[in-house]
């Protein structure tokens, strides 16, 4: 009779042997809001989760799209308010006290720790000398009971090499810009390994640049295909003008920006979805913002005229027109479509399996056919 492998006792002995090994799989249990429903949805297929923890998510976008907004604001106040220590690694020497405490954001130092960076090899050495002492201090804690920690590089665009520091210091500015990319793809896929397992999350700014080629019109993200290979979830986001008063009006003024995000890769949902997102410059970006533009589109809104209508069996029909449509009209319609996707979900999933099979049992006919 053959003995039965030891399992457990081989998962120690291996643990043991290879150090800041993860052990099981990394299923993803807490996720901090972006601070917008349609931009949560298209991320991770859930209008509450936004960002999770152990993972590396990007933000990537032209200056003023909102990058800094929704990371060092919206997803730095959401944190705090569920328990997560948020630390902040500025490179830009751009945020400013007043206009974080504006957004929501507590600044009080037991609940945000904000360190100015400049070189690629400080945010390296920072965060590994954190995880260091983070997984020695909560080795034998829980998974539940380890302090949470958000990480937000604001931005990678900004950070030095060596070199580019060298070369300034003698006025020789020839670039260095085969050894960044090469360095960001380094701390990205470094910092993915370190928190592993543990509810610590990175959350990384970063610059784009238009595209040269007329068949890929995408801006580009600065730091290579191995930067974006080694995130959970990159968005790209461009900087478009709004031009409407509160009640929605077209105006001539520019009111604030409309941040057109499209995500371009997510482990969770399905990607290259896009939403635009209004930003008003007096009350700042609304919740909601975009979620009728993503009903729409998904086919749960309908236009009906001039008008756009939602209906759903034993309710009262909602018939609005665009600029009419409120938070709480939107709020019915967001509970009924994640029960819908859901539904829809199930049924799609029970179909191929039903197809899955009845392909199997045709084959294995077919084979017994065949042998006599």
């Keep these: 009779m053959t003995r039965p492998f030891d399992v457990s006792k081989f998962r120690k002995s291996i643990t043991k042997a290879v150090p800041g090994m993860a052990v099981g799989f990394s299923d993803t249990v807490d996720w901090i809001s972006t601070g917008n429903y349609a931009l949560n949805f298209l991320i991770s297929g859930d209008f509450h989760k936004g960002v999770p923890l152990g993972r590396v998510t990007c933000l990537a976008g032209e200056s003023g799209s909102g990058k800094s907004y929704i990371a060092s604001g919206n997803l730095v106040r959401h944190a705090q308010q569920q328990g997560i220590l948020p630390i902040i690694l500025d490179s830009e020497n751009a945020l400013d006290s007043d206009w974080l405490s504006a957004l929501g954001v507590d600044i009080s130092e037991d609940k945000l720790m904000r360190f100015g960076v400049s070189m690629v090899d400080e945010v390296a050495k920072f965060i590994s000398e954190f995880m260091k002492g983070y997984k020695e201090q909560f080795a034998d804690e829980p998974y539940e009971e380890r302090q949470k920690i958000l ?40 910092s993915v390994n370190l928190i592993a397992g543990n509810p610590v999350g990175i959350v990384a700014c970063n610059h784009t640049y238009a595209s040269q080629d007329m068949f890929d019109p995408d801006d580009k993200i600065s730091g290579g295909q191995g930067f974006i290979y080694a995130s959970s979830i990159v968005v790209a986001m461009r900087k478009l003008k709004l031009k409407e008063d509160e009640a929605g009006n077209k105006i001539t003024d520019v009111r604030g920006i409309r941040a057109a995000c499209k995500v371009m890769k997510t482990r969770f949902a ?55 449509w409120t938070d709480e009209k939107l709020e019915i319609i967001m509970k009924d479509f994640s029960s819908w996707t859901d539904k829809s979900e199930s049924e799609e999933l029970n179909n191929s399996v039903s197809t899955l099979t009845e392909d199997t049992n045709e084959n294995d006919r077919r084979g017994n056919s065949s042998d006599t």
């Design 151 to 190: 990480f937000v590089v604001d931005s990678l665009g900004m950070l030095l090499t060596p070199t580019d520091k060298d070369q300034f210091e003698k006025g020789d500015m020839k670039g260095d810009m085969g050894r960044k990319p090469k360095a960001l793809t380094s701390l990205v896929r470094n």
């Design 270 to 324: 399905k990607p290259f979805e896009s939403v635009q997102i209004k930003i008003p410059y007096d009350t700042g970006m609304n919740p909601y913002s975009g979620l009728l533009d993503l009903f729409e589109k998904a086919g749960a809104v309908v236009k009906d005229g001039n008008k756009l209508s939602y209906s759903k069996p034993g309710k009262e029909p909602i018939k609005e027109f665009r600029k009419n």
